[in-house]
C-alpha cells in the first residue's frame, strides 16, 4: 500500500532553517516524481517544488526559489526539502506527494500524499 510520511516540522524564528523529511514505500518510489506542496490557514494547497526521477530535473514556487531546496535518495526512498531563510508566510502544514509523470511539474498526476508536517515560522 502506497505510503509517504513526513517529518521535521517545528516552530522556527524568522530567518530560521528547518529540514523536511518524506519516506515513501509501496510503489515504485524509484521511477516517481516527488513533490512538495503547502497549505496555510485560509487558503488553497499551493505546490511547492519538485524533483524528477533520478533527480533530472526540479522546479521551485517562485515564492520559495532560492531559500528551499529538493534533493531525493532513492537508496533509502527518501525526499528533502532544506528551507533556509523561512518567512512568516512559509507558515502552512507540508505534504509530500508522489507522481507516476516524469515531469514533476504536472501538477495534476500527484495521487499519493502524506498526512503533513506543520511548520510555524514566528516573528
Known amino acids: 500500500q502506497p505510503q509517504l510520511v513526513e517529518s521535521g516540522g517545528g516552530v522556527v524564528q524568522s530567518g530560521g532553517s528547518l529540514r523536511l523529511s518524506c519516506v515513501a514505500s509501496?510503489?515504485?518510489?524509484?521511477?516517481?516524481?516527488l513533490g512538495w506542496f503547502r497549505q496555510a490557514p485560509g487558503k488553497d494547497r499551493e505546490w511547492v517544488s519538485c524533483?524528477?526521477?533520478?533527480?533530472?530535473?526540479?522546479y521551485y514556487t517562485h515564492s520559495v526559489k532560492g531559500r528551499f531546496t529538493t534533493s531525493r535518495d532513492d537508496a533509502i526512498h527518501t525526499v528533502i526539502l532544506q528551507m533556509t531563510t523561512l518567512k512568516t508566510e512559509d507558515t502552512a502544514v507540508y505534504y509530500c506527494?508522489?507522481?507516476?509523470?516524469?515531469?514533476?511539474?504536472?501538477?495534476?498526476?500527484?495521487?499519493?500524499w502524506g498526512q503533513g508536517t506543520q511548520v510555524t515560522v514566528i516573528a
Open positions: 524533483i524528477s526521477s533520478g533527480s533530472v530535473s526540479s
Open positions: 506527494a508522489a507522481s507516476s509523470s516524469r515531469l514533476c511539474d504536472n501538477l495534476e498526476k500527484y495521487n499519493y
Open positions: 509501496g510503489f515504485a518510489v524509484d521511477a516517481a516524481s
